[in-house]
């Protein structure tokens, strides 16, 4: 354990020191391409603003309105049948739209139900295994001017039900 310790201080710096002393070499004027950088990151930053207070107002109505909690209510039955505990839908559908709702919704599961629980370990599972699609797509795409994104909005969904459905199959098998 304590060489991964000594690894995990020292990789980044030297990651960082290997692409200045190449920067150099090549002949790369690197403080002035990385102020540039910074520039370039502070404009995209106030850019991305709109976008993301759009889909945390969003997010919120979702969650307030009931509209979760009903949908769970209308699923309950078939998940009954399947063995996937209802306590996990909201941070399926929740984790496609934002990564810090979702993390919210998996600390208070595992707060409740315990990390080394079933639900708890699903939930670290779903957390780790999807990502947050709808968020990337309008907070990132939006900034960069990127209008038809419906293939993108369809391979990332699929891709966050495949990993949902892949955290269950597993944590199950895994607890069984």
């Known amino acids: 354990m304590g060489i991964i310790n ?16 190449y920067g150099t070499v090549k002949k790369v004027p690197t403080y002035e391409t ?28 979702f969650r307030a309105s009931g509209a979760l909690e009903a949908l769970m209510n209308v699923m309950k039955p078939a998940l009954e049948v399947l063995h ?3 306590e996990i839908v909201p941070l399926a559908f929740i984790r496609p739209i934002s990564g810090t709702a979702a993390l919210g919704l998996t600390s208070d599961i595992i707060a409740t139900y315990g990390p080394d629980s079933f639900i708890g370990v699903l939930a670290a599972t779903m957390q780790g295994s999807t990502d947050t699609t709808l968020y990337v797509l309008t907070v990132y795409f939006g900034a960069v001017g990127i209008r038809k994104m419906g293939d993108a909005l369809k ?14 199959i597993i944590v199950s098998i895994l607890f069984s």
């Open 34 to 61: 990385f102020v540039e950088g910074g520039k370039e990151g502070i404009k995209i930053s106030f850019s991305i603003i709109p976008y993301l207070v759009g889909m945390l107002v969003s997010i919120s109505i």
């Open 84 to 86: 996937i505990p209802a």
């Open 155 to 168: 391979v990332g969904l699929l891709a966050d039900v495949v990993g949902i459905l892949a955290a269950i």
């Open 6 to 21: 000594i690894i995990s201080l020292w990789l980044i710096p030297i990651i960082i020191g290997f692409i200045l002393i």
